[in-house]
């Protein structure tokens, strides 16, 4: 969706894996742009050069593949990190947001004093699907008192709507798929 000229076509290194994790659904896997370094920076820093002009203070990712490319994120921001577990999984007190997904229902817990209010987040998945996940984060960010200055995702299931559902929000995906 943004490669510039001259850049390394990340969708080479996104594999489709159908009927997982049930029939009908078509799973894009990551595994091989993680395993190139090239693809995994480049990933990352066009990650960056979106966020970079949100002046985020933290990154907020979803367990478990939000964790892979929202650290280095966070990192490449000069942010701090929050992870988004699921529900069980963090030591101390914590608020939790249930969120559909396109073929189930989950939870997502963070440390309830992971954000200070005022700060600013960006939210960051591996995928936009549906949007119940990001949303759910996005309410987690605001119950602590925190803004959302933009969600940012390797990629994009276009006809799954997900965009639309996170309409209030500033949204951004590398690569997308109808």
């Known amino acids: ?11 080479r290194y996104v594999r489709d894996i159908p009927d997982f994790p ?5 799973f894009r896997d990551i595994t091989p742009l993680l395993l190139n370094p090239d693809a995994l920076d480049g990933a990352v820093s066009r990650l960056a050069r979106y966020a970079r002009p949100h002046a985020v203070d933290l990154v907020v990712a979803a367990e478990a593949r939000g964790f892979m490319l929202g650290g280095a994120l966070a ?13 069980g999984k963090l030591p101390s007190a914590t608020v939790m947001a249930e969120y559909a997904l396109e073929y189930g229902v989950d939870a ?3 440390h309830a004093d992971a954000l ?5 987040v960006l939210i960051h998945d591996d995928l936009l699907a549906t949007g119940g996940t990001a949303l759910a984060l996005a309410e987690l960010v605001q119950q602590l008192g925190a803004e959302v ?5 390797l990629v994009e299931l276009t006809a799954l709507g997900g965009r639309a559902a996170l309409g209030a929000f500033d949204v951004h995906a590398l690569i997308a798929y109808d």
Do not use: H, N, Q, S
């Open 116 to 120: 200070a209010g005022g700060a600013r």
């Open 1 to 11: 969706m943004d490669d510039a000229p001259g850049e390394l076509d990340l969708r």
């Open 22 to 26: 049930t029939p009908g659904i078509v």
């Open 75 to 87: 990192r490449a921001l000069g942010a701090g990190f929050v992870p988004a577990r699921k529900r």
């Open 149 to 153: 200055v933009g969600c940012a995702f």
């Open 108 to 110: 997502l817990e963070m």
